[in-house]
């Protein structure tokens, strides 16, 4: 059958070579339009439940919220993985499915068993889904600062300009704002005057929620006029909120609440603050991409966007971009292409030099790239971006692709030295082309399914691995097509000519001299060699067993991440404190161009940081620029050395890399203990002394034991007794 496909391909070469043009351009159309990413996206599908319940501890935020949802989610069908966290006010239910779930399949489950935990919550109490994210969708982050301007201020003009805006940016899933101070009416009451008054508490709480409505009313019409009845009642400023009536005393004076209270504008209670350069807070925001969008286009947008709404800010209030992974993607992507440029032009100066016969070297060099393109064709359409390990696959093939064609030349070539003149020249390729065509492509297609077992990986191993078995295998199985199509014409129409003979290229005659005496020798000592083999292979077995080994080799982002911990209990005012001292020594060094400090949790579901955990955001210049010797490794040491502060135990690792180890494992580091028992307190014992004892251990760097006992608490234990003689209850 393969001879027939050469026959046809050649009698019909017009419309080979007009399909092999019509798939260039569609390889290349698909080539401007592939999704860009630095590494393949390595995050589970995963579905996370907010839950705020304002004012509580987290004791009783696990009782009540965290352990319900938890419990029912684990009927969820496909979740392989619940994890609840507990904190002050709020609860993070994560839920993360087995591989190939579909991400709003999950969602729309995850909503349905919602419903049955419904009833069993505090009254009030509404769980929602987090965006359809993870942490590693953290693209772009930028801060606003000013000169004029205070932090409730851009904290405004990111809440009600900016977010909103940048929401609507095709594959935006979340604008979460961080630092800065929420503008909120804050009502200070009076316990002597309440009792002055005669007044509970809880009538204030009445009173205002009573004293912010609108309502509608019916129609009236009045002179052939329709007019809608509405009662406005919202409050608009202090003094309406002043102004509201609480009682009225015997002789008919009304109480109002400015006579029991102090009403004031001030900043809602913060659980996270930004900074910026060591030089003060700032208002920061996170653009979180949605799961499965093309990262690079989603921040060009965003930065676009941005660059459209500078034009509606003050004058004094200045954007500055604090992450940017599109650079490292650029990077990424851009190394990688030249390396495979390079191996392209490799290649074709090799079988220039051993064809010595410029125009059948085209024959090969040309098909490198309509093999790549037809690969992209595919990857386009099966969704799969162009990162390090998809076009890894490609360079891994791009030496084997060739081998077809340039095995068909040299036949062509020994075809054309005996029968040129005697037959037509055209009859000869065919039959040059069919003595080997079919063998060479059965051997391709061996090399093609060579990497079938990656496919069988699950988890993030299929996911980092499989990018690069597809890529590698389509590149292979369009080589091992176009050697039975194209091959075949191109050699008909550019080997032609004068064709030196084997023995007249002086290169081929030099590696043979060198390579017949070798081959003798090893025939004539065969024993000999391979019991010299044998043992040079179990020599190899003791530094085999000394390397280490590691799911991944580290990518180096460009830019670092440094995230201390703290004992827990640290109030937001030493935090700040903490930050500013911190991020103010690292921005000293030179080769740092921007830190972006921020401690507790961003205003999203996808960050679950507690105010003890610190995430500062180190933007480093061009290697270029950075001081004589001085390397990564280095560097992270000087920094480390820099920052030995009492309290803090310090993590330096890279924002991609956190992000993924934190969604797989659910700490911040890839390696890790946990210890389960029904005791906290004997937990945090333990905790501590496992610390101490990895401490000595060759080739830690840093170690923390989560201290879960660690919270402040101010407790007031109701008496019963007490409170029955006043007739109250613990709810009043």
């Known amino acids: 059958m393969l001879e027939r496909i050469i026959d046809w391909s050649l009698k019909n070469r017009v419309l080979v070579v007009l399909t092999t043009i019509f798939v260039a351009f569609w390889g290349i159309y698909c080539l401007k339009e592939i999704p860009l990413d630095a590494i393949p996206d390595l995050s589970d599908v995963q579905v996370i439940i907010f839950t705020e319940f304002p004012g509580q501890g987290p004791q009783v935020v696990e009782d009540q919220v965290t352990y319900p949802i938890t419990s029912q989610m684990m009927a969820v069908p496909y979740a392989k993985v619940v994890r609840g ?3 002050f006010g709020f609860s993070f239910v994560y839920v993360i499915f087995e591989d190939g779930t579909d991400m709003y399949w999950a969602r729309s489950r995850i909503l349905e068993y919602l419903n049955y935990v419904d009833g069993n919550l505090p009254q009030g109490v509404s769980p929602s889904l987090g965006p359809d994210a993870t942490g590693v969708g953290w693209a772009f982050m930028y801060a606003l600062q000013s000169k004029q301007k205070n932090l409730q201020e851009l904290r405004s003009i990111q809440d009600w300009f ?8 095709e594959g935006v899933s979340e604008v979460a704002s961080v630092g800065g101070f929420v503008k909120q009416y804050q009502i200070t009451v009076d316990p002597n005057k309440l ?15 009573r004293s912010n409505a609108d309502v509608g009313g019916r129609t009236l019409e009045m002179a052939e006029t329709e007019f809608i009845v509405r009662g406005l009642g919202y409050i608009r400023n202090v003094e309406d909120i002043r102004e509201i009536v609480l009682a009225v005393d015997d002789r008919g004076t009304p109480v109002l609440l400015k006579h029991v209270a102090t009403v004031q504008l001030g900043p809602e209670m913060r659980r996270g603050l930004a900074e910026l350069d060591g030089r003060g807070e700032v208002v920061g925001a996170i653009v979180v991409v949605r799961h499965g969008a093309n990262a690079y286009d989603v921040i060009q947008r965003v930065k676009e966007k941005l660059a459209e709404l500078k034009q509606g800010l003050p004058p004094d209030v200045e954007i500055v971009t604090t992450y940017d992974r599109s650079a490292l993607i650029e990077n990424s992507v851009a190394t990688l292409t030249e390396k495979l440029i390079e191996e392209g032009i490799a290649v074709a100066l090799v079988c220039i030099v051993f064809l010595l016969h410029f125009r059948s070297s085209l024959v090969a060099i040309l098909t490198l790239p309509l093999a790549i393109l037809m690969a992209f064709i595919v990857m386009s359409y099966q969704g799969t971006s162009a990162n390090i390990m998809s076009l890894g696959g490609i360079a891994i093939a791009m030496g ?3 081998d077809a064609a340039i095995i068909m030349i040299e036949n062509a070539h020994k ?6 003149g005697e037959k037509d020249h055209w009859r000869i390729i065919g039959d040059a082309a069919k003595e080997v065509g079919p063998t060479l492509f059965y051997a391709l297609l061996v090399i093609t399914v060579s990497f079938t077992p990656v496919f069988t990986l699950q988890g993030q191993e299929g996911r980092l691995f499989k990018p690069l078995a597809f890529t590698k295998t389509y590149s292979m199985a369009a080589a091992a097509v176009l050697s039975v199509t194209l091959v075949p014409v191109l050699m008909g129409f550019w080997v032609r000519g004068k064709i030196r003979s084997e023995e007249r290229n002086f290169i081929s005659r030099f590696l043979i001299w060198l390579y017949q005496p070798l081959l003798h020798f090893v025939l004539r000592w065969k024993w000999s060699v391979l019991v010299v083999t044998l043992c040079v292979l179990l020599l190899t077995w003791f530094p085999f067993s000394q390397l280490g080994t590691e799911f991944m080799p580290p990518l180096w982002e460009g830019d670092l991440l440094y995230m201390p911990t703290t004992f827990p209990g640290i109030s937001i005012t030493k935090a700040r404190e903490i930050l500013q001292q911190t991020d103010k020594i690292i921005a000293s060094f030179p080769e740092v161009d921007r830190v972006f400090g921020k401690i507790g949790r961003a205003d999203t579901a996808t960050d679950p940081a507690p105010l003890s955990m610190i995430e500062t955001t180190i933007l480093l210049k061009d290697e270029s620029e ?11 040491a000087e920094m480390n050395q820099a920052l030995q502060v009492p309290g803090l135990t310090n993590l330096w690792t890279m924002p991609i890399k956190t992000r993924i180890d934190m969604l797989s494992t659910g700490i911040k580091t890839p390696v890790g203990i946990k210890i389960s028992g029904p005791n906290l307190g004997v937990l945090q014992e333990l905790g501590v002394q496992v610390e101490a004892l990895i401490r000595q251990m060759r080739g830690t760097v840093s170690v923390y034991s989560e201290r879960v006992m660690g919270g402040n608490f101010l407790d007031f234990r109701i008496k019963r007794s007490a409170i029955a ?3 109250l209850t613990v709810g009043d």
């Open 85 to 87: 966290y507990s904190f």
């Open 162 to 169: 900016l977010k909103y805006e940048l929401t609507s940016v």
């Open 195 to 209: 009792r002055t008054y005669n007044i509970p508490i809880s009538r204030i709480r009445r009173a205002v929620q």
């Open 400 to 402: 084997a692709m060739v």
């Open 415 to 420: 075809h054309l030295e005996r029968n040129q």
């Open 626 to 636: 950075w001081r004589a010797g001085m390397t990564p490794e280095r560097l992270i």
């Open 725 to 727: 003689r006043y007739g």
